[in-house]
């Protein structure tokens, strides 16, 4: 029913910025919070961000606390992950994803999540 496509991933030098896009379409009423995690070769999926609308709480991975920022557009039904500074490290597929209210779940827990996108490559080289 609710589907979540990536957009804004590319090539970047270390030290430069990029802006994730993370459009929603279709209806879901169980959806509180959205995430932002990703994923490098050979690596488990892990949690970047995520935010609670509700709530209005926001958590950062600590890699990327200071230089990564969640936002969102409700008119446009869409979330963007700003990075700045990035790093080589950060080199990974970027997924968002969508989830019921934090009571539920974990928000560092991809599993607590219902609906991803699939995925936006971002590739930073030093």
């Known amino acids: 029913q609710m589907q979540l496509v990536e957009s804004g991933g590319g090539l970047v030098q270390a030290g430069g910025s990029l802006r994730l896009s993370c459009t929603t379409s279709?209806?879901?009423?169980?959806?509180?919070?959205m995430a932002w995690f990703r994923q490098a070769p050979g690596k488990e999926r892990e949690f970047v961000v995520s935010s609670s609308w509700s709530g209005r709480d926001t958590y950062y991975a600590d890699s990327v606390k200071g230089r990564f920022t969640i936002s969102r557009d409700d008119h446009k039904n869409t979330v963007y992950l700003q990075m700045n500074n990035l790093k080589s490290e950060d080199t990974a597929v970027y997924y968002c994803?969508?989830?019921?209210?934090?009571?539920?779940?974990?928000?560092?827990?991809?599993?607590?999540?219902?609906?991803w996108g699939q995925g936006t490559q971002v590739t930073v080289s030093s």
């Open positions: 279709g209806r879901s009423f169980d959806v509180d919070a």
């Open positions: 994803a969508a989830g019921p209210p934090y009571n539920d779940y974990s928000p560092m827990d991809r599993d607590g999540y219902n609906y």
